[in-house]
């Protein structure tokens, strides 16, 4: 079955980097579909903010376009999230997807709780 | 983007009642996705493409719409319902409803 696990540090500093890993087991993120990652804020709100293809192409929420990168290592069968110069506004619980070819997310993982503080 | 308008916010329904929660969009769109999230989970996908029961979800759950209007049905509440509900859509880019809070009496 597939499975998604995220992970990365649960606490960054404001103007700093966020880094995330997605780490994917029970399919290889090059033989098909969209790898997503989407934040829930404090009080729930979901927001989508980009997606790597199988084929390695991005595609990114405009909100967040100057801020954020998706990369990938095929060989460990890891996609990851940067976004930049973080503030508290930031302070989610990060999930990856896969998105499924109709665009909605069947697998999710566990989701990381990271918070942007001084 | 388009924005999902989720109502109510809130829904207080007693067991074996049968109940609907809407999600209406800012623009036209072609399809609607649900998920349900418990307490301190992830989303998971009930419905998906406006009607279609995601595997391993019971059938009491059911989805309908087009256009701007969608809706989720529980046709009998039962007490493992209790959650938060979401609506979702793909239209160049993804966007979520606010989402809907089902309390059971």
């Known amino acids: 079955d597939v499975q998604l696990q995220e992970s990365g540090p649960d606490l960054v500093k404001p103007s700093q980097s966020l880094s995330l890993t997605c780490t994917v087991t029970g399919y290889s993120i090059t033989s098909g579909y969209s790898w997503h990652w989407i934040r829930q804020f404090p009080g729930n709100k979901l927001e989508w903010m980009g997606y790597i293809h199988y084929s390695g192409s991005t595609n990114y929420n405009p909100s967040l376009k100057s801020r954020i990168s998706i990369t990938r290592d095929t060989s460990k069968n890891q996609f990851f999230l940067q976004l930049n110069s973080v503030t508290t506004e930031d302070t989610a619980t990060y999930y990856c997807?896969?998105?499924?070819?109709?665009?909605?997310?069947?697998?999710w993982g566990q989701g990381t709780l990271v918070t942007v503080s001084a | 983007q388009i924005v999902l308008t989720q109502s109510p916010a809130i829904m207080s329904a007693s067991l074996g009642e049968e109940i609907t929660l809407t999600c209406s969009a800012s623009s036209s769109v072609s399809y609607m996705h649900w998920y349900q999230q418990k307490s301190g989970t992830s989303p998971k996908l009930l419905i998906y493409s406006t009607s279609n029961l995601a595997s391993g979800v019971p059938s009491r759950f059911s989805g309908s719409g087009s256009g701007t209007f969608y809706s989720l049905t529980i046709s009998s509440v039962e007490a493992e319902d209790a959650a938060d509900y979401y609506c979702?859509?793909?239209?160049?880019?993804?966007?979520f409803g606010g989402g809907t809070k089902l309390e059971i009496k």
């Open positions: 979702h859509q793909w239209s160049s880019y993804h966007t």
């Open positions: 997807a896969r998105g499924n070819y109709g665009n909605w997310f069947a697998y």
